[in-house]
């Protein structure tokens, strides 16, 4: 019995290091993408100008998130929740989500 716990307990512990060892690994792979990311945007983004962009009256703005060249709005709208994504070198509207509650 003594060597059945034993064993349960290298296997455990063996598995965290492994865990622990991709953990980190994933991390500083996902920071130098982010990075990249980031820099490529920066670079990519020439000004398109000013852009008036069209939103239903008493939206309020619950987030936002930019990824490449496309920038994306979570819209609180009385209609409901509404994703917006809009392409950063035209400044233009690419495509709207209304979200709805499934029947």
Not at 16 to 43: G, H, L, N, W
Not at 50 to 65: I, T, W
């Amino acid at each position: 019995m003594g060597v059945l716990i034993i064993g349960g307990m290298g296997v455990i512990g063996v598995t965290m290091v492994r865990r622990i060892t991709s953990a980190s690994t994933e991390t500083v792979e996902t920071t130098a993408a982010t990075a990249t990311t980031a820099a490529a945007a920066a670079t990519t983004v020439a000004g398109f100008g000013h852009v008036e962009l069209a939103v239903p009256a008493g939206a309020r703005l619950v987030d936002m998130d930019a990824d490449g060249d496309r920038l994306v709005l979570h819209l609180e709208t009385a209609d409901g929740p509404r994703i917006l994504v809009i392409d950063l070198t035209t400044g233009k509207t690419v495509g709207a989500i209304d979200l709805a509650p499934a029947p």
